[in-house]
């Protein structure tokens, strides 16, 4: 039996951490953070939110213009989620993948209904890396083939696999990386060359082109899948038009390989559809990887959605892949609910809707200042591109290289100013809670209209 004598033994001693610089400082010195050196890290500290908004420990209130990692579409401290959570706690707090539970089966029915039609099973996962691992695999296994073909422009997340198969540059920190991964051009118009003196369309059909030409270079019956993003995220929203995602349905269905959508990012509502792949109707995924929106980062959860047919190919054949904390009873019953408060709030809805007024005001940001080369996006999913000259199109930090000190004078600024969002190379991100109003997208435009008109 527990009892509160047995549990005081553990709790933690000595000095209180209330104040920003202790927590810094404690964090620093205790842990070990990603994707920067250790010195360099001069994180906000986070003690509590509230929808769009969170504190830091001396109690400066933060908008949370990048929903943290693009995950917390429900915001900050929704209590139908939490009390989910505490109730599902209360009743079973674990159960290993070979039993069957209730959000379990719930979750996966309620997947069925909101997904693309012909995607009937969920495989969970504890994140969406993994989820793009077993996606992968699912299509290796149940095809027979090995390659992969996946974007340039592209990030799947950071187990090794995912890591190679995103064409973002920080997996070059990881190469070689697995062998069977072909990259492909991206439908990126404002910079990519093809595009140069055509139409967005015709560039968009060049590039399809392009894929078919790698395709056949690279051997159709070894291809198991293409693997692209619903729409484009971290990488800096790059989404080809209706010409590369007709391409893409012709090419899939000409050569026979699988279509697996990563949803991870561009997943429950966030470009205010469903799922990114939902802005073209026509695309019919084999596999459908999904993580973040799934339980808005209130618990780690991620899955893959995937068809009968490719189902089909286990019901006598062995899936060698699992994960200890597959299906968890916790996090499947936060994932329920999750989506309870989408359809409940019609989330989906004011996100479609609350993307007009965001787009609209980063128009009219890019009539005021010269530095905004390109707007890029849909629904609560945007992203501005910050260059030197309009002309030239210099980007005003270049790509795969440390941030030039006007883009570091920027983001110091949108912090200074109680904005927290992902600012990467010349790119500001734009993705609020889908629970923002537009009064909470007028403060970010307003930030950011402050921000860049500092630079000078």
């Known amino acids: 039996m527990y009892n509160a004598r047995s549990i005081s033994k553990f709790s933690l001693k000595g000095k209180q951490m209330t104040d920003h610089a202790t927590l810094v400082s404690q964090n620093k010195e205790y842990t070990f953070t990603s994707w920067t050196s250790q010195n360099a890290w001069n994180p906000i500290s986070i003690t509590h939110g509230e929808g769009v908004y969170f504190w830091d420990a001396d109690g400066k209130r933060y908008l949370d213009w990048s929903s943290q990692l693009f995950n917390l579409n429900i915001g900050h401290g929704h209590p139908h989620v939490i009390r989910a959570i505490q109730e599902q706690a209360g009743k079973l707090q674990y159960a290993m993948p070979s039993l069957a539970t209730e959000p379990r089966a719930r979750l996966g029915q309620m997947l069925r209904d909101v997904t693309p039609a012909g995607l009937t099973k969920a495989f969970f996962t504890t994140g969406g890396a993994d989820a793009i691992e077993n996606a992968m695999k699912f299509a290796r296994l149940s095809t027979g083939k090995q390659k992969i073909l996946t974007r340039y422009r592209a990030y799947h997340g950071a187990t ?121 109707p026509w695309v019919k995924p084999d596999l459908m990887a999904m993580a973040k929106g799934l339980t808005s980062g209130y618990i780690p959860l991620g899955g893959v959605m995937m068809t009968e047919k490719v189902a089909h190919h286990f019901d006598d054949n062995v899936f060698y892949g699992g994960l200890t904390y597959s299906d968890h009873p916790i996090a499947c019953a936060a994932g329920v609910a999750n989506l309870e408060v989408y359809q409940n709030e019609k989330l989906i809805e004011n996100s479609h809707e609350l993307g007009k007024k965001l787009r609209a005001g980063l128009v009219d940001l890019a009539e005021k200042y010269e530095a905004i080369g390109e707007i890029r996006g849909a629904g609560l999913h945007y992203v501005i591109e910050l260059v030197k000259n309009r002309d030239t199109r210099e980007p005003l930090s270049p790509y795969n290289s440390a941030m030039t000190e006007p883009m570091k004078k920027l983001a ?41 008109k500092d630079l000078g």
């Open 160 to 280: 090794f696999g995912a890591m190679t198969a995103g064409g973002d540059p920080r997996r070059l920190a990881n190469e070689p990386g697995v062998p069977w991964i072909v990259r492909m051009p991206d439908p990126y118009s404002y910079r990519h060359p093809v595009y140069r003196g055509r139409t967005e369309a015709e560039g968009d059909q060049a590039i399809v082109d392009m894929m078919e030409e790698i395709i056949h270079f690279e051997g159709p019956n070894n291809i198991a899948a293409l693997m692209l993003e619903g729409f484009s995220g971290t990488s800096g929203i790059m989404q080809g038009g209706e010409t590369y995602w007709r391409g893409v349905e012709y090419l899939r269905e000409k050569y026979g390989f699988l279509l697996i959508i990563d949803e991870v990012l561009s997943g429950f509502g966030r470009t205010g559809e469903w799922f990114g792949i939902d802005h073209y």
């Open 412 to 452: 110091a600024n949108l912090r200074e100013q109680g904005m927290s969002t992902f600012v990467k190379w010349n790119l500001v991100f734009c993705a609020p809670p889908l629970v923002a109003t537009e009064a909470h997208i007028q403060d970010g435009l307003n930030i950011l209209d402050r921000a860049i």
